[in-house]
């Protein structure tokens, strides 16, 4: 059912900067906030960007968020070993009248 | 710090009634303008949201899970309920309980997550 479109992987190598994409409609993304979640094996997300670009207390700035008419994006610069995790974006979609979640991407740091 | 704890049970047989609950502590039920929500992630796929219940009655609820769903407060309790009917194989899952400040998604407060499994 998800209508948000990641893709299934993404890799770098450490001190690299990778991008994670996460595509949507004008009814989510394209009108609603983007949230973006990290997630440890056996381990509850963790809330990484919030209201398209902003970052909680806690989380390094080498993680940034972006959005761009229906699309948004993660950045991750400087990629370190420990950001090996699954990684999905949110966002409300007013024709469902809920939220969405990517279908998630799998960062593997070689 | 709001903390967050699942319960319920591990096992639900197949046209059953998964009951789970979930005991906030640290701060009430009640107080703040949140959303207690519950997502679920079945094996080796991704997040799915379930539905939240805003305190003072508001509820949404994933349209894909077709009238099965209900959440509900106990505010004597300080806890949020799910209950989801007609369970079959396909809900099993781990169930998470959240608070979403927005009512759109942010999630900043997470339980640890309880698996049910769905099996006779």
């Known amino acids: 059912q998800s209508v948000l479109t990641q893709p299934p992987s993404a890799s770098g190598t450490p001190g690299q900067r990778v991008t994670i994409s996460c595509s949507g409609r004008?009814?989510?993304?394209?009108?609603?906030?983007v949230f973006w979640y990290q997630q440890f094996p056996g381990t509850a997300p963790k809330l990484l960007i919030y209201n398209d670009d902003q970052r909680p207390s806690g989380v390094p700035d080498r993680f940034s968020g972006s959005k761009s008419g229906t699309s948004a994006s993660l950045a991750i610069s400087g990629l370190r070993s420990e950001d090996e995790a699954d990684y999905y974006c949110?966002?409300?979609?007013?024709?469902?009248?809920?939220?969405?979640f990517g279908g998630g991407t799998k960062l593997t740091v070689l | 710090q709001v903390q967050l704890q699942e319960s319920g049970p591990g096992l639900v047989k197949p046209s059953q009634t998964l009951s789970l609950t979930c005991s906030v502590s640290g701060g009430s039920i009640t107080s703040g303008d949140y959303y207690w929500s519950w997502i679920r992630q079945p094996p080796g796929k991704g997040l799915e949201w379930i539905g939240y219940?805003?305190?003072?009655?508001?509820?949404y609820y994933n349209p894909s899970l077709k009238g099965r769903v209900t959440i509900s407060v106990d505010a004597s309790k300080n806890h949020f309920s799910l209950n989801l009917t007609s369970v079959t194989a396909a809900d099993t899952a781990v169930y998470f309980c959240?608070?979403?400040?927005?009512?759109?998604?942010?999630?900043?407060?997470w339980g640890q997550g309880t698996t049910v499994t769905v099996s006779s």
């Open positions: 949110a966002s409300w979609d007013d024709t469902l009248s809920g939220v969405l």
């Open positions: 219940i805003f305190y003072g009655g508001s509820t």
């Open positions: 959240a608070r979403d400040l927005s009512g759109w998604g942010r999630f900043h407060f």
């Open positions: 004008s009814s989510s993304i394209g009108s609603n906030y």
